[in-house]
């Protein structure tokens, strides 16, 4: 599940600015040893399949909206998309009319 705090989304980066990935913790506890724990053994990359958005987003900041993942804008545009993550299959929603008016892409 997204929303769950056991999920982090990796999102946006310069030469995928349409793509996210999951990296999802392996068990619900803390982390045995901040300074000093196995990657592998606490999370896993991918599992969770999210599908591209349908903006490019490069350099934009994901957040995080009443547990839906948000993101505005981008160096090319000012629309706005959350990732429904309550469907079998996540996909991005895309708020037409809602382009944030304070930045020229």
């Known amino acids: 599940m997204i929303g769950s ?3 982090i989304l990796l999102c946006f980066t ?3 600015g349409r793509m ?5 913790r392996r068990n619900d506890g803390v982390l045995s040893d901040i ?6 053994s606490e999370f896993e990359i991918d599992s969770l399949a999210i599908p591209a958005s349908t903006h490019n987003h490069e350099r934009a900041t994901i957040a995080n909206y009443q547990g839906f993942p948000v993101i505005l804008g981008g160096i ?3 629309k706005l998309e959350m990732l ?3 469907e079998n ?3 991005w929603v895309e708020y ?3 382009d944030y008016p304070y930045s020229n892409p």
């Open 14 to 16: 310069e030469r995928k």
């Open 96 to 98: 037409e009319g809602t």
């Open 76 to 78: 090319h545009n000012n």
């Open 35 to 40: 300074n000093n724990f196995n990657f592998d």
């Open 84 to 86: 429904n993550p309550r």
């Open 20 to 24: 996210c990935r999951s990296l999802i």
């Open 5 to 7: 705090l056991s999920t």
């Open 89 to 91: 299959t996540p996909s």
